[in-house]
């Protein structure tokens, strides 16, 4: 008999309920990404910043990186730095254990950019590495710059409950702020990025 024998037993005698949850962790998830990219859109429209702010693609950036109309740098949403997004080994399987931050995932809000290639843009990215921890920006394996905005689980529970989902994006409006607070540093390494 496996270690999961009698876990795995549990499951089929329960596949019913569990699979009623399985449905309900989907839409919820949906919910939550659909409030994570109205936040975004609103603080962007605050801000003066531009963006898009659709389902699969939502992102945003200062009018400043636009070049020719494109954006040379942005922030977006996303999952954690390790996480492949196919749930295998430690990683996840519901997007909803991300937004909330449990079972080894994680909610980020990344820097990206497209000012020049990778292998000029590591080594200025890890020259800056330090002082842009500084403002809770750390980077990732890959080169990427980004901060954790995981959603804390309880107050999205009690924000269901009370039917006020955006009582619980405090953790993305922080990072969103300390994207605003750090936007001076990431121009300052896309200026160097594009003499490099």
């Known amino acids: ?76 949403p996303d999952k954690g730095p390790d996480d492949t997004g ?4 430690q990683e996840p399987y519901f997007w909803l254990s991300r937004y909330l931050g449990v079972a080894g995932g994680q909610l980020c809000l990344w820097f990206g950019q497209d000012s020049t290639g990778m292998r000029k843009w590591k080594p200025l990215a890890k020259d800056h590495a330090r002082v842009l921890a500084e403002t809770d920006f750390h980077l990732s394996d890959s080169g990427n710059f980004y901060t954790v905005c995981s959603l804390d689980s309880k107050a999205v529970a009690a924000a269901i409950a009370d039917g006020r989902l955006e009582e619980a994006m405090t953790p993305l409006l922080e990072a969103l702020e300390r994207a605003d607070n750090a936007k001076t540093l990431f121009s300052t390494l896309l200026a160097k990025a594009r003499k490099a």
């Open 1 to 76: 008999m496996t270690d999961n024998a009698e876990l795995d037993g549990l499951i089929v005698e329960n596949l019913l309920d569990l699979d009623a949850a399985a449905k309900r962790i989907e839409v919820i998830g949906e919910n939550i990404w659909e409030s994570i990219i109205e936040h975004l859109d609103d603080w962007a429209k605050k801000q003066g910043w531009k963006g898009a702010f659709e389902r699969d693609n939502p992102w945003t950036a200062p009018q400043e990186w636009f070049l020719e109309g494109q954006p040379e740098a942005w922030f977006y």
């Open 86 to 89: 196919e749930g295998i080994g």
